[in-house]
């Protein structure tokens, strides 16, 4: 799915070399960028001129030596008349590539590091071109998954094999040939076949479409999404797993439920999963407008990891319990995170904002995590009441960092601050307060998923809809809260019956109106100007308050 225009590509490079310069001058122990950085984060001319269009994916893992075997025939158009004559295909060593296809011709190739380079002929079709890549080795590993990116070769509480991947922040690169970029998606889907040993049985996206018993006691599951995806949500599960099945009434007609769980799960998956799936789902459909993949189902899968947002076959790695964490914590401190499944609630969110919508560089990825985080609230909101959703919101602004900005550097594969799940909602959570009209506001939300349905997007992008849609210019607080790590101080005084306030430690611009518990219609309207406004209680006016839904420093200054 190529939707990024040649002077939107050229813009974006002008942009990130401004936003690399004054990024590097505010953090001077930053990262510093290598060519594999920028061939592997960038647009590049070997990837610019095709446009994926689907992937016939094949693996074969191999747990006992934790290597893998397969190919990945990818049909791609071409959209460029005049291209390099190389195509740019991402795989990590020490995988490598043996041989490449197309049309039944040996193609030659050369690699750099992570990056192969393709030798194609001349005369490519502008459609329906098909390459075929056969590629083997030991995949990079994850010891701490999903946060560091690889396969994992675990094995369940009964000592048996349990195979899964996990490679948001890295890319898809790590285990199987393909564009890792987050711009191109494969407009026609993806389907992917796992062979496997007959006691295992082996999970991916989409829908199961054929089994096939092989003649070495190994069988051959295929799996097919129809609905474009990002190379990361392509995934696979191989364990002792049992099928429970059900049927959601959705917006959209009936949805099929389909939870893979390890045998010895299957009662707590009854108990607890199933309830909790339908409680969300009813909740973010609400908000968030219909599942965006009915074609493709809903399944939701038993992890060896906490859990991940890989499309149409959600990962569920916590402990079967309401809370935040898996001993049934609250990490807001207030209570309302005991009332759901947190990772069922954020993972299944990511269909709408990471799988639904796609931020096309992961320096964007905010939009994924901050609207994930906002679906937390809202269906705390919906079971509990609008200010329980509040002050859980509330209680997790304790948990923001600040290190440094949300937004990475763009094209060089750098996620941002680890702040973009908690800060991001922040964000939407002050826009939502300062629309203050919910329905308003959900059809904001709802209206992102419609006309950006299975679509990449830029931070600019969102910005620009939410502002054109609510009537408001947000400019000012997406770029303070996304693109610096300053907290604003509303500084005030009293003096003589009159309160004085202005904004400080923030951008030149920034006037977000808070409310208070100070003036008649409960709203202030701070910039960086020392402003007043007589009070008729001077005791009301030296205990000024904010409210809990804007994060702010509130400073008394003489």
């Not at 001319?45 to 006992?64: A, V």
């Not at 950006?452 to 210019?473: A, C, D, L, M, R």
Request: net charge positive.
């Amino acid at each position: 799915m190529f939707q990024y225009s040649i002077k939107k590509i050229v813009f974006l490079f002008f942009l990130n070399f401004i936003f690399c310069m004054v990024y590097a001058q505010e953090n001077s122990s930053l990262h510093i960028p290598t060519k594999q950085d920028t061939l592997n984060g960038s647009i590049t001319p070997e990837r610019i001129w095709w446009d994926i269009q689907h992937y016939d994916l094949t693996i074969k893992p191999d747990y006992n030596t934790k290597t893998i075997s397969g190919k990945n025939i990818i049909e791609y158009n071409v959209i460029q008349k005049k291209h390099s004559d190389l195509m740019q295909v991402d795989l990590v060593a020490p995988l490598k590539i043996d041989s490449v296809f197309q049309k039944g011709k040996k193609i030659n190739y050369t690699q750099n590091e992570n990056i192969w380079y393709i030798k194609l002929p001349k005369n490519l079709l502008s459609k329906k071109n098909k390459i075929t890549i056969y590629y083997s080795g030991k995949p990079t590993e994850s010891i701490k998954p999903p946060w560091d990116g690889g396969l994992i070769w675990a094995k369940d509480s009964l000592n048996r094999p349990w195979i899964s991947a996990a490679c948001q922040y890295k890319g898809a690169s790590l285990w199987y040939p393909c564009k890792n970029a987050l711009y191109d998606e494969p407009d026609k889907g993806a389907s992917i076949n796992i062979i496997v040993v007959d006691s295992l049985t082996a999970i991916g996206n989409g829908r199961l479409k054929s089994k096939i018993k092989n003649a070495d006691n190994t069988s051959t599951y295929k799996w097919e999404v129809k609905n474009p995806i990002n190379h990361y949500g392509i995934t696979f599960y191989i364990g002792n797993y049992v099928n429970l099945q059900d049927t959601f009434k959705g917006e959209k007609g009936p949805l099929s439920m389909n939870y893979w769980v390890l045998d010895y799960n299957k009662e707590k998956a009854e108990k607890h999963m199933i309830p909790e799936v339908n409680i969300t789902l009813k909740s973010l459909e609400h908000w968030y407008g219909p599942y965006p993949f009915y074609e493709d189902g809903f399944k939701m899968v038993d992890a060896p990891y906490i859990g991940m947002e890989h499309q149409s076959a959600v990962a569920y790695g916590s402990s079967y319990k309401k809370g935040t964490n898996k001993k049934g914590g609250d990490i807001s401190n207030t209570g309302w995170g005991k009332k759901t499944d947190k990772i069922i609630v954020h993972e299944i969110a990511h269909e709408w904002f990471g799988n639904n919508i796609t931020a096309g560089d992961i320096a964007d990825r905010w939009i994924q995590e901050g609207f994930a985080g906002l679906g937390e609230e809202l269906v705390i909101a919906d079971l509990c009441g609008k200010q329980a959703g509040n002050e859980f919101m509330n209680g997790r602004f304790r948990t923001i960092e600040n290190d440094k900005p949300v937004i990475g550097r763009y094209g060089i594969n750098e996620d941002g601050s680890s702040d973009n799940y908690v800060k991001g909602w922040a964000v939407m959570h002050m826009i939502a307060s300062i629309i203050n009209d919910d329905e308003k506001f959900r059809n904001i939300l709802r209206g992102l998923n419609r006309d950006f349905h299975n679509k990449v997007v830029t931070t600019q992008e969102i910005e620009t809809y939410i502002s054109t849609k609510s009537g408001i210019n947000f400019q000012y607080l997406f770029d303070q809260y996304l693109r610096t790590n300053k907290v604003p101080v509303l500084e005030y005084q009293f003096k003589n019956g009159v309160l004085n306030y202005r904004y400080a430690n923030c951008n030149q611009d920034f006037a977000m109106p808070v409310k208070t518990n100070l003036t008649k219609d409960n709203w202030l309207r701070p910039t960086v100007s020392w402003q007043s406004l007589k009070s008729e209680n001077q005791d009301t006016a030296a205990e000024l308050k904010i409210d809990i839904n804007f994060y702010i420093t509130l400073l008394k200054v003489d």
